[in-house]
């Protein structure tokens, strides 16, 4: 830390590598839209920046209750960082609830800003307080500043003729001006943005204006100078970068897969959370070929995407969990036909309903066998937001190269996380070539051409004739089928040769060989799916930069696995894997390669620590050091 800059044109403001700051008040505060306001901010700054919003599964959850607090997370650096931060240096509490729910993650020594407008005895009661907890020594721990920002939003829009209780509803405005000018934030973003979201309201555009200044002036004069400070740009490539979350990424790459393949993008899909945000943004896109079906249920939506890949599109179905268990005798048919199919599962907290707004990684083993009989798909995952584009590609590329349904994997964390992602150029993205066929390629007993689809190339991929091809009749369906000729077939030879072909077309896919990250030469491997990326990367770095050796792997491709994973696992003493999981991928990796990998699991509906990673790793370290002392 520097004493002193003046980037901003303001003396006398210190400044950080870094802060975490977490927003948290009623679900009717605001706090997600605060929370992507100041994150918008600070990527327009040019930081570095991970989110972490987290809601009640309720629409309106029951008004200051600790069950009803919605809380947003975001870190912003001037360097590159892989998650929203172990624990917040500032928390904004809107009400009681929001302390009492949110006060344990903050630092020791943190700074706590407080609504105490709604610090009143009702309020209090519905937080569980027995007492005011702004009055004595409870806080006596942090930094505390006390605001009457429910009383100071009011007296800032009584001119602007807006009614009291409208005005209220601006309070968060209140507080994304204080943290604004806290945080050397800029304003015009915010100001624009207001004017764009509420053109044509007037009042509310007064409002929200009128109290986000009244917050911005609030730190000027309320003599908090020793808290003004400035995270200043990180050092990022060249090139257009915007602040994405993981479910528009992930549909941009569906379009983008489009795009690539020359195939329009049909998407069959019924509406969960959380999912359901890619299903409002493929909608968006009807200029780009896309078309969006939200149908009655989970399963006539991925029947609906199995007749549009039938059809010649590039067919995707989006879900959660307890979606995927719904879908799950359609994505057997579409492994039968040998149709290319996406099918997206958006983890979340389970079993049954679960969690619904909170994440976790338990599908995987739905994803692998979550289906009767021998049906075997390719499986990929995302690691970050930004990587559900890439990732999506990824998916869309198996599945029209060896016209098979892919699962992809991502999860809640991923889905409403963001970060800055820069713009590919179109002409690095992989090339996706599809292929229909147009011509006989048999001939019956009486010379007569005519087409198999069940004749496969040496990859062991069949062809496919679009409906309507000339003289290219052909039947495919659910019950077995001879292979070539595709007529029904009940011997048993078939059967169990059909099943041997669908496993080692699948088995065959050639992936990328896994990497290792960090010392090749380290007793202890870390490896990791999904979004345990971040917290994974982050702590191998705090363990290297201390002088310890530890390697990490991570795998985007879960089924089929790299060929040389085996070789790479036995090639350390120990194997740790961390999973929002009891060990799911532990136990493949046990299975398949007879290695003794050990599980850290997490199933608390919040992602990783990258310093809960670092302890587990610090500890195993400490065995495998004492063992040759």
Not at 61 to 81: E, K, R
Not at 89 to 117: C, E, F, Q, Y
Not at 230 to 257: H, K
Not at 376 to 381: E, N, R, S, T, Y
């Amino acid at each position: 830390m520097t004493d002193m800059v003046e980037a901003t044109g303001v003396a006398d403001v210190r400044e950080l590598d870094e802060v975490i700051i977490r927003f948290a008040g009623d679900s009717g505060d605001g706090m997600q839209l605060t929370g992507d306001r100041f994150t918008n901010a600070s990527a327009l700054f040019g930081n570095d920046l991970s989110t972490l919003p987290e809601y009640p599964a309720e629409i309106r959850a029951p008004a200051g209750t600790l069950a009803g607090v919605s809380a947003f997370q975001v870190h912003i650096s001037n360097h590159d960082i892989t998650t929203p931060g172990d624990a917040p240096d500032v928390l904004v509490a809107m009400n009681p609830a929001a302390l009492r729910s949110d006060l344990h993650t903050l630092v020791p020594g943190g700074t706590l800003i407080v609504n105490k407008d709604t610090f009143d005895e009702r309020n209090l009661a519905k937080a569980g307080y027995d007492h005011n907890p702004l009055d004595g020594d409870d806080l006596a721990g942090y930094s505390v500043i006390q605001v009457a920002m429910t009383s100071i939003t009011k007296d800032a829009c009584k001119d602007l003729g807006v009614k009291p209780r409208d005005a209220d509803r601006s309070k968060n405005f209140f507080a994304l001006g204080l943290l604004s000018w806290m945080y050397s934030r800029p304003v015009e973003p915010t100001l624009d943005w207001i004017d764009a979201k509420f053109a044509g309201k007037d009042l509310i555009i007064g409002a929200n204006k009128a109290a986000f200044n009244a917050g911005h002036a609030y730190g000027e004069t309320a003599e908090l100078g020793a808290q003004r400070v400035i995270v200043n740009a990180a050092p990022l490539p060249p090139g257009t970068y915007t602040n994405i979350n993981g479910n528009t990424a992930l549909s941009w790459g569906l379009v983008a897969a489009s795009q690539l393949s020359g195939l329009p993008l049909y998407l069959g899909s019924y509406p969960i959370t959380p999912a359901t945000d890619i299903l409002h943004e493929l909608s968006k896109h009807k200029a780009f070929g896309v078309t969006t079906f939200q149908a009655e249920d989970e399963i006539a939506a991925v029947g609906a995407a199995i007749g549009a890949s039938y059809g010649g599109s590039l067919a995707v179905t989006t879900t959660s969990g307890p979606g995927l268990a719904l879908k799950g005798e359609a994505m057997g048919l579409a492994v039968s036909l040998e149709l290319p199919l996406v099918v997206v599962d958006i983890q979340r907290g389970g079993p049954s309903t679960g969690l619904p707004t909170k994440t976790e990684a338990a599908d995987l083993m739905m994803a692998m066998y979550g289906r009767h009989g021998e049906s075997p798909m390719p499986i990929v995952a995302a690691r970050t937001p930004s990587d559900c584009f890439d990732t999506a590609i990824e998916a869309a590329r198996i599945a029209l190269t060896y016209n098979t349904p892919v699962l992809l994997l991502s999860d809640g964390y991923l889905a409403n996380g963001s970060e800055p992602w820069r713009l590919p150029d179109v002409a690095d993205l992989p090339s996706i070539d599809v292929e229909y066929a147009t011509e006989f390629n048999q001939t019956n007993e009486d010379g007569d051409g005519v087409f198999w689809p069940y004749l496969r190339d040496e990859n062991l991929v069949r062809p496919i004739a679009l409906p309507g091809t000339p003289d290219l009749m052909h039947r495919i369906g659910g019950i077995e089928k001879e292979d070539g000729s595709g007529n029904v077939s009940y011997d048993p030879d078939n059967h169990e040769l059909m099943v041997h072909l669908r496993d080692r077309r699948i088995a065959s896919i050639p992936v990328p060989d896994v990497e290792v990250e960090g010392d090749e030469d380290a007793d202890l491997l870390v490896v990791g799916w999904g979004s345990t990326w971040g917290a994974i990367t982050g702590a191998v770095r705090r363990i290297r930069t201390s002088g310890r050796k530890v390697a990490s792997i991570h795998l985007t491709h879960l089924y089929p696995l790299p060929a040389n994973l085996g070789d790479v696992l036995r090639s350390f003493e120990r194997v740790l894997v961390p999973e929002l999981n009891l060990g799911q991928l532990v136990r493949i990796l046990r299975a398949e390669y007879l290695v003794d990998a050990e599980p850290l699991s997490k199933m608390r509906g919040q992602p990783f620590t990258a310093g809960e990673i670092q302890h587990a790793i610090g500890e195993r370290l400490d065995v495998l050091e004492g063992g040759r002392s």
